[in-house]
């Protein structure tokens, strides 16, 4: 049982690092944009960072997408073997 849900910790991990990336550039506002940019830093530096915007709302994008994965993998039955194979086979 503890297998399962550390198996399935570190899936919902991957996704939610991935969609972390994703989701950063929404409503970011650099310091160009916003004309105050900081004297040694980079105009495309953000003028403020929303942590905990950032992170619920890759929070809720990764539980959907984890959600939609668990779906279709235990009641439907679908899984990486289902994709079709576009290489060649080596077997």
């Known amino acids: 049982m503890l297998q399962v849900f550390l198996q399935g910790f570190a899936v919902y991990f991957i996704v939610w690092w991935i969609t972390l990336f994703a989701v950063l550039p929404i409503g970011l506002r650099t310091q160009a944009e916003d004309n ?19 992170f619920s709302l890759t929070t809720i994008v990764s ?29």
């Open 36 to 54: 105050d940019v900081v004297l040694g830093t980079v105009p495309s530096a953000p003028t403020r960072f929303r942590a905990l915007f950032t």
């Open 63 to 91: 539980a959907v997408i984890y959600g939609a994965w668990y779906i279709s993998s235990t009641y439907f039955g679908w899984g990486f073997d289902a994709l079709p194979q576009i290489g060649p086979s080596f077997r």
